[in-house]
């Protein structure tokens, strides 16, 4: 185990090129062994480069399925370990040379003796909370046009957001917990189309945290669900509009059954995936790759990766640090930055 741990906290609005030099200059000064880096961001490849062999390099990362043509595919060999939470992902980066293993979400036990489950105060029938975009957002108009009287929250734009606490609280008053596996990004933002985005289905942390509070789940199907869990026993799945309406009107006028598959859920849940019992497995497996070091030739920078960073990234203020100008050529696309310039500055 380490003896201390440091953190640089980063966000979508830092100074990608400050945020570098800190932990540069934290790995340098604390002689840090292990980097674990815990969502996509913009960390200089040559920076990774050149801690190679000196440092456990670690990626825990979320959002692969998304993200792999522009990111995660050239980045998995920069790491000497990458941990994320698709299984066909993980397969994808050991076929591309690097070490990878499989994540779940672990929670803490939500349930408690205060909160009665089987009681009748379950005053929501349906309940979704989260983001309503692409695929999303139609099948929620579809329920509400069949009657279905689905409260949404989550969304800042669109509907209430809820605290911790009142996440929490909603999930165990609600008959049915509605979860979705479609993904939320903007196309145009991972430079892909609409069409292929909708047939990717990830795995959110929202399942474990549903079954944590010994809740009902309906979710959206998605073949790495068997990954972790046995569908039609822990939780029940939808593979379509009318399945998904089919399994709401059943399982909301059937109480015993639907108890039955919260109750087997929560055990599932507490034997493999609750907080205490998941980590020390968790750390064991990152410990067991410590010797399994990746060493490679630092590659170009790909042109889908660079315009990637660049949108997501680059803004005007970026001209006033000098690290970009070293940087540009290597990680950053000149045409897209040029249509980002003139877009700010002729609002086009």
Do not use: W
């Not at 980063?10 to 002689?31: D, G």
């Not at 892909?192 to 399942?207: A, H, Q, V």
Request: net charge positive; charged share 30%.
């Amino acid at each position: 185990m380490p003896s201390e741990t440091f953190f640089v906290e980063y966000e979508t609005s830092s100074n990608i090129f400050e945020i570098n030099r800190n932990i540069k200059n934290l790995i340098n000064k604390k002689k840090i062994d292990i980097l674990i880096v815990t969502s996509f961001y913009f960390i200089n490849p040559k920076l990774l480069n050149s801690i190679q062999g000196k440092v456990f390099r670690v990626k825990i990362d979320g959002d692969d399925l998304a993200l792999f043509n522009v990111y995660s595919k050239y980045y998995c060999n920069l790491y000497d370990l990458n941990i994320t939470n698709t299984p066909d992902i993980c397969e994808k980066f050991k076929k591309l040379g690097a070490n990878s293993f499989v994540y779940a979400s672990p929670a803490v036990n939500n349930f408690t003796s205060k909160n009665e489950f089987f009681s009748e105060k379950q005053e929501i029938d349906v309940s979704f909370i989260g983001l309503l975009r692409n695929e999303r957002n139609n099948k929620i108009n579809f329920l509400k046009k069949n009657n279905i009287n689905i409260k949404v929250y989550g969304d800042n734009s669109h509907t209430k957001f809820l605290s911790q606490n009142n996440y929490f609280e909603t999930i165990k008053n609600s008959k049915i917990n509605l979860n979705f596996c479609s993904l939320t990004h903007n196309p145009e933002d991972i430079f892909s189309k609409k069409e292929e985005i909708n047939k990717l289905k990830n795995i959110p942390g929202r399942i474990f945290e549903i079954l944590s509070c010994k809740s009902f789940l309906l979710t959206e199907n998605n073949s790495s669900l068997e990954y972790f869990f046995e569908p039609g026993k822990d939780f029940e799945v939808f593979n379509n509009n009318d399945e998904l309406l089919d399994k709401i009107k059943f399982y909301l006028s059937n109480k015993n059954a639907r108890d039955k598959i919260s109750k087997n859920g929560f055990n599932t849940f507490l034997k493999k995936y609750e907080y205490k019992s998941y980590m020390p497995k968790f750390i064991d497996t990152i410990s067991s790759f410590e010797d399994k070091k990746i060493e490679n030739k630092l590659e170009k920078c790909p042109k889908i990766v660079r315009k990637f960073f660049t949108k997501k990234y680059i803004s005007l203020r970026s001209f006033f640090d000098v690290d970009f100008y070293f940087q540009f050529h290597q990680c950053f696309d000149f045409s897209l930055l040029t249509k980002k310039i003139f877009k700010k500055l002729f609002k086009i």
